[in-house]
Nanobody, 119 residues
Framework: VQLVESGGGLVQAGGSLRLSCAAS????????MDWYRQAPGKQRELVAR??????NYADFVKGRFTISRDIAENTLYLQMNNLKPEDTAVYFC???????????????WGQGTQVTVSS
């Protein structure tokens, strides 16, 4: 499975961007899809997650970011509004599939897209 992110770029504080993650297979088969981010010198952190029946957000993006998916287009999105300089990071798309009754998962990652927010 290939995941390809796009939509990153340079934006001023208060601006908006929409990230896309195009999958090479039907995303309906995934048990969950997420957006993570990693800033220089920091650990990768979960930003938002979507499953068939729920969405969840990290506290630091609640009210500003929206995760969604278009199953027909096999694409995951992240709408980012009111961006702040601290949102600057490489954003990664992630998908997982549970493969057995013990809960073992197969993970897929995209290559990342850079988001830079200037003050």
């Amino acid at each position: 499975v290939q995941l390809v992110e796009s939509g990153g770029g340079l934006v001023q504080a208060g601006g908006s961007l929409r990230l896309s993650c195009a999958a090479s297979k039907n995303i309906f088969n995934f048990d969950g899809m997420d957006w993570y981010r990693q800033a220089p010198g920091k650990q990768r952190e979960l930003v938002a997650r979507i499953t068939s029946d729920s969405t969840n957000y990290a506290d630091f993006v609640k009210g500003r970011f929206t995760i969604s998916r278009d199953i027909a287009e096999n694409t995951l999105y992240l709408q980012m509004n009111n961006l702040k300089p601290e949102d600057t990071a490489v954003y990664f798309c992630h998908a997982e599939k549970v493969v057995n009754v013990e809960g073992a998962k197969v993970d897929h990652w995209g290559q990342g897209t850079q988001v830079t927010v200037s003050s």
